[in-house]
């Protein structure tokens, strides 16, 4: 029975040395474990972190994105309302009593001559016989060849003998002027510049 003694002490041995390894390797599980789970805590905070990120940048793009919207529609707005400015002021300039008109047209007309030697005047039709006098080209203004232009709705152009110097003092001109001046007023204004 000696033999049977010694298998079973060695599977006692073998039992306990089993025992003892499984133990350790449930230990040695338990530690990968916590390892992975410390690992895992680590990525969910930095991913909950890239995302906070993100979120942060998206916002900041899209009010950036909003307020450069609203810049564009009080752009809009002003150049708008410009347009309209200048669209009712010409109305008006159109619509002027003859007398206005008339002291328009000379008063223009003394500047032309300030500039240069004034030989033709283009003006539209309401507005030559203020040139013309009603008895052909000469009145207190000189001797004049008017001519008729009915693409300007009022103001004149006047040019030179040889017709190589032309000054534009039509009111589409001069509106046209101003409103350049107003929008880069308007631009310095909105944009620093």
């Known amino acids: 029975m000696g033999l049977e003694k010694v298998k079973q002490e060695i599977l006692e041995k073998a039992g306990k040395a089993a025992a003892g390894i499984v133990a350790e390797a449930q230990a040695e599980a338990k530690a990968v474990m916590r390892a992975a789970e410390k690992q895992m805590q680590n990525y969910e905070r930095l991913v909950e972190e890239d995302i906070g990120r993100s979120v942060e940048q998206m916002k900041r793009r899209e009010l950036a994105s909003a307020e450069l919207e609203l810049q564009k529609q009080v752009l809009a707005a002003k150049n708008e309302l410009i347009e309209s400015v ?51 080209n000469s009145n207190n203004t000189g001797e004049l060849k008017v001519i008729k232009n009915d693409s300007i709705s009022g103001g004149i152009v006047a040019e030179s003998p040889d017709r190589r110097l032309k000054v534009d003092y039509s009111y589409e001109s001069v509106l046209g002027q101003t409103k350049s001046k107003v929008l880069s007023d308007v631009a310095r204004l909105l944009f620093g510049k």
């Open 86 to 136: 200048f669209s009712e002021t010409g109305k008006r300039l159109a619509q002027l009593s003859d007398k206005r008109r008339e002291a328009h047209v000379k008063a223009l007309l003394d500047m032309a001559r300030k500039e240069m030697s004034v030989a033709v005047v283009q003006c539209n039709s309401k507005d030559a016989r203020f040139l013309e006098g009603g008895t052909g």
